[in-house]
């Protein structure tokens, strides 16, 4: 088998790349290990920055978004169960899509399947070859037989725990990372959301974020000690606990439900350099991992894809080197900016294990003074929407 860019990796980073080449004629094979019900039945990210919308739209996968989505023009963030909102049209003339992460993979997929693409899913033990060579190929198992695809480019799309970021040598990679000493209980519940925005709430006794997929379909997260199983947690203590740390007009009013989805996810920051070796690239959650605080895991994959594909456009259809060549530096310099406001937007809103009152008072203040300042509302307000390409 042969094509121009072989992707490892069929999440949103792989899909989106290769639905992005496919529109200017540069081929691609997508190699995914999971099935294609696996893909389309993870329940991610919820909140897409404008300028992924302005990606999918320029993919030609932004129709049910359009319809579906809902746009947000600012937030609430709430502190001692009193809420806030942070307008983000009046402050920056800017907005966000609330569409879930689910929604956007089922938009790629269909595109692909429309368009005839090559996506090989249950593969099994990929390996990337020659990868510092002018001719490199991945390997791969499929139904019992090892097939090897040849290629030009590998894009490293396979996630956290993929083979391609584990493909550069230790002594050329260098690692970036912080463990958060807590994690995000999650539910999905088929009830109608409690506000027409998010709520990103603090309180002692820990994180709390009301947010939403649709008119009847809420999502919810409280903080959890990383030690805990979602085993410990009924439906009705989750919403007893979610209600002790939600402003209290939220408290009051909000419609719960049986959970139709409940996860604990674990928290990091972590930032892998360089995003490139030889004719590797790394995209999304192969090279880079952020805390959901700051919805910003997806968002961050998509600007890697943007940047990918734009370099792969010149080199094929422009005879132009220099993206490919500068792709790391210049992926990465947005991505330590998304790193550095997810790390500060998680260490305000939540609850550390060894917290004292004096920090808990710190992070009080600091809301407080979100409250009152256009400056500093200012600067969240542009770091949430989405820093420029
Ligand atoms: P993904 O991990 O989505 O996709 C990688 C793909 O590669 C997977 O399909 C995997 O099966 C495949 N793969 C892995 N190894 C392979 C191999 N060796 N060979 C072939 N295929 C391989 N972000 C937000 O912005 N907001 C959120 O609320 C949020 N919640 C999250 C909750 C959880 C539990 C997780 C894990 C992540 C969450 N994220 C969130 C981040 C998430 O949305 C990612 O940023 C996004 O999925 C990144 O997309 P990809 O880079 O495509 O990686
Ligand atoms: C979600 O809706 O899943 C969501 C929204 C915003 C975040 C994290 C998760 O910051």
Known sequence: MRTQVCIIGGG????????????????SIILERQSRDHV?????????????????????????????????????????????????NALIGKKVMVYGQTEVTADLY??????????????????????????PSVSFDQDGTTKTIQCDYIAGCDGFHGVSRK?????????????????????????????????YANHERGFALCSMRNANLSRYYIQAPVTDKIEHWSDDAFWDELRRRIPTDAADSIITGPSIEKSIAPLRSFVAEPMQWGRLYLVGDAAH????????????????????????DQHYNHGENGGLATYSQTALKRVWNAIRFSWWFTTMMHSYPDQSPFDQAIQEAELSHLETSQAAQTNLAENYVGLPY
Do not use: C
């Open 12 to 27: 949103p980073s792989g899909l989106l790349l290769s639905q992005l080449l496919h529109t200017v004629g540069i081929s």
């Open 40 to 88: 389309l039945g993870r329940i991610r990210a919820g909140v897409l920055e404008w300028g992924t919308v302005d990606m999918l739209r320029k993919a030609g996968v932004g129709t049910r978004m359009n319809a579906e989505g809902f746009e947000h023009t600012g937030t609430f963030l709430s502190a001692k169960n009193r809420g806030f909102r942070i307008d983000f």
């Open 110 to 135: 269909a595109a692909r399947t429309d368009a005839g693409a090559t996506l090989l899913h249950n593969v099994e033990n990929v390996t990337p070859i020659g990868l510092d060579t002018d001719t």
């Open 167 to 199: 493909s550069i040598p230790a002594n050329v990679l260098r690692e970036f990372e912080r463990v958060y000493p807590f994690g995000w209980l999650g539910v999905l519940s088929e009830t109608p959301p409690v506000s027409h925005e998010l709520i």
């Open 289 to 312: 991992i952020v805390p959901p605080t700051g919805a910003k895991g997806l968002n961050l994959a998509v600007s890697d894809v943007h940047y990918l594909f734009t370099a792969l």
